[in-house]
């Protein structure tokens, strides 16, 4: 339907028509579309003229209604009521043009008066026909009273609002009220102390009950309307305990040093410190640090180590473990294995001891019930990606970038998952059920997997490739031996490499070896083969090392717990050759060593002592003097480019090969590392490969992995 729109002018006395010549400018509104009638009259806003407008309403079905006359902060509310009379919607319905403070009492010339009034008044009519309707309603007023600024004026505001009997809420981005005055020396004009005028204000404000102190605080977001405004306001972190009373004890001994803002720099102060002594709340406030610990910077994966710490010290477990899940999935098996890179930084170790961040780790972790943790919603993508082995870079990526919304598929050799985290690391240092709750806390994300399958030998990238697979990760390990070089190491049987010896412990299919066991080597895996041996029932078990105690890369918590159970270690020793009786171990040929010139590696090398070898009597020999990646794929796929090292050849930055679609990590790269390595591998592959798949730049990924 069309409009009816009723125009009328008013002459305002002689407020409007001693400039603008009202008669014309009604008969030029009768011409404009829509306009059913148009008058001038001498008082609209009189009771004559507001009933004209409601007869009209009636007689001539007017849908909308223009008054031309003076302001609408006088008159606008008078012909609302006139319209809402007559059955008018008064929002939708009706519009008001000032043509007196607009037009005539700022314009000099009857012509040029009457033109504007011809253009502002055709305005209002194309406008008042886009109006929507509107309905009154009636809200409730909340009562509270939000004050920014704690200085004089907002405290002395909140504290008249608080006496009246209603709540003050007092914001104040400082750590105290008070504002600047207590910064000058004297008040003017009575040239009072400004410290002596302002503090008993802001003890006022500390004490009224129906004042609530909001110091350290910033306004984010204000939403709403008169009478009922939501405010969003964020508390920034004092890094002290709620319970502080101020005394003063912790800035006595703080020892870090800040300039003083309050003094305008012209003092230093503690990072922890509270801005006066009569600061209002007197509790204390700790300088944030905005550059990371030394212990995030000495993870190879930055974990977040302060803020789970001080989630677990507030008994916020749950919190502590999605926090650290943020950068480590596999949280409680790191608790355990990490070599804690983070301890040895710890600044805590400067006054008595490093802050134990492994064992809280792994204390955090086994409070919490991963499978009861909520899951992430997931925005599903359509690209697969395909992650070949499932040790912790393996599973660092697919569990990241199924985050991400991929669909990732694990494909394991083994038939279990964890790849050297379930077959190298024995069962005492590292619990079974613990790792397979963190690994069905990843698939649960929805991650396909297929065990048993061998790259090269069940499938090659090229299959891969067809299934839709557009980026592939190879997490494959470091599974394969290094072989002694020595005599007798290929004729006798009882001689098991460390790697094969472990993953048969694990997978309990392996018994006993021997009654003697003679173990080569001192890493990790050597201890770990050693201590799984004497829990399978052998009577002696012997470490022969080459180089001193002090230059085993083996843990040091390791090696004294081989030595407590039994294990017997023969440091400075090298290995010659192996004996054998009727086709069996019988005998570990040695030598004494001594420490020479440092070698390649920076260490000191052993050298021979002449005369000096001897022989350990035995039936097991069980090497474990370094491992590589197994490359028994390449057999078959010859495109990735590797090292003499049988490791992947990748872009350090962002993990890719040679093969814009292949990425690598962990051990597959680097050798044998560590887990929390592996991770950190895991997570610069997760950055390029959504890169690679997303066509963007794959070197703007994060930084270049670094081993130890």
């Not at 409007?16 to 829509?34: D, G, H, K, S």
């Not at 201890?527 to 012997?542: H, K, N, P, T």
């Amino acid at each position: 339907m069309s409009e009816r729109i009723g125009f009328y002018i008013c002459h305002c006395g002689i407020n409007i028509a001693y400039r603008v010549r009202v008669q014309e400018v009604a008969e030029y509104v009768a011409t404009l579309p829509n306009v059913a009638i148009s008058r001038d009259y001498l008082f609209m806003c009189a009771d004559p003229g507001q009933e004209l407008i409601e007869n009209d309403i009636r007689d001539y079905n007017l849908t909308r209604v223009v008054v031309s006359s003076c302001s609408p902060r006088m008159h606008e509310k008078t012909f609302r009521a006139a319209c809402q009379r007559a059955g008018l919607n008064p929002y939708r319905a009706f519009h008001m043009v000032n043509v007196r403070e607009h037009v005539s009492w700022v314009t000099e010339d009857e012509d040029e008066a009457t033109k504007k009034a011809k253009s502002l008044i055709g305005a209002g009519i194309l406008r008042v026909a886009h109006q929507y309707g509107l309905t009154p309603a009636t809200f409730p007023v909340c009562t509270n009273t939000l004050v920014v600024g704690g200085g004089i004026a907002g405290m002395q505001a909140s504290l008249d609002i608080a006496k009246a009997g209603f709540k003050a809420y007092l914001v104040e981005r400082q750590p105290t009220v008070g504002g600047h005055m207590l910064q000058y020396d004297k008040t003017f004009p009575t040239l009072d102390c400004s410290a002596c005028i302002g503090t008993p204000k802001m003890v006022s404000v500390g004490q009224e009950p129906n004042i609530e102190l909001l110091s350290y605080s910033e306004v984010e977001d204000v939403s709403g309307f008169v009478g009922n405004f939501k405010v969003k306001v964020r508390r920034k972190s004092r890094y002290v305990e709620d319970n502080c009373t101020g005394c003063g004890e912790c800035e006595k001994v703080c020892p870090v040093d800040y300039p003083n803002e309050w003094d305008v720099g012209t003092k230093m102060r503690k990072a922890i410190y509270r801005p006066f002594a009569q600061a209002v709340p007197i509790t204390y406030c700790i300088e944030p640090k905005y550059d990371r610990g030394p212990c995030v910077q000495t993870c190879p994966a930055g974990t977040n180590v302060q803020g789970y710490v001080a989630l677990i010290k507030s008994g916020k477990y749950q919190e502590a473990v999605k926090l650290i899940m943020e950068k480590l999935p596999l949280p409680g098996t790191l608790g355990r294995v990490c070599p804690a890179p983070c301890e040895e930084t710890c600044r805590r170790a400067e006054v008595d001891s490093a802050v134990a961040i492994r064992d809280l780790k792994r204390f955090a972790a086994d409070q919490v019930d991963l499978s009861k943790l909520p899951l992430p919603e997931i925005e599903d993508l359509e690209e697969k990606v395909a992650v070949i082995g499932s040790g912790p870079a393996g599973l660092t990526v697919a569990y990241y970038l199924r985050l991400q919304g991929y669909q990732v598929t694990i494909f394991e050799a083994l038939p279990v998952l964890g790849g050297m985290l379930r077959v190298g690391i024995p069962d005492y240092r590292l619990p079974p059920e613990v790792l397979d709750q963190e690994i069905q806390n990843i698939l649960r994300l929805g991650i396909e997997t297929e065990t048993g399958k061998r790259l090269g030998f069940d499938f090659t990238l090229e299959d891969l490739r067809e299934q839709g697979f557009k980026a592939i990760f190879f997490g494959i390990g470091a599974h394969h031996s290094l072989k002694l070089g020595i005599r007798g190491e290929e004729d006798f049987e009882g001689v098991v490499d460390a790697v094969d010896f472990l993953r048969e412990v694990n997978l309990g299919e392996r018994e006993r070896p021997g009654n003697r066991v003679v173990v080569i080597g001192g890493g990790n895996v050597a201890i770990d083969a050693a201590r799984a041996a004497l829990r399978l029932g052998c009577e002696q078990v012997d470490i022969v090392y080459r180089r001193s105690r002090e230059q085993m890369p083996a843990y040091p918590e390791e090696i004294e717990g081989a030595l407590a159970e039994g294990v017997n270690i023969h440091y400075l020793t090298a290995p010659m050759g192996i004996q054998g009786e009727s086709g069996r171990v019988s005998g570990f040929e040695c030598i004494r060593t001594e420490l020479g010139p440092p070698d390649e590696s920076g260490r000191r090398r052993p050298v021979p002592v002449e005369g000096s070898e001897f022989v350990i009597e035995c039936d097991a020999v069980i090497p474990a003097i370094g491992q590589q990646p197994d490359v028994g794929w390449a057999v078959e796929s010859t495109e990735v480019e590797i090292t003499r090292r049988n490791t992947l050849v990748v872009n350090p930055h962002t993990m890719q090969t040679n093969i814009p679609d292949v990425f690598g990590g962990g051990d597959a790269v680097s050798g044998p590392a560590t887990v929390i390595e592996a991770v950190a591998a895991g997570h610069t592959a997760v950055e390029a490969i959504h890169r690679y798949i997303s066509g963007e730049d794959v070197e703007a990924s994060v930084g270049e992995v670094a081993y130890r």
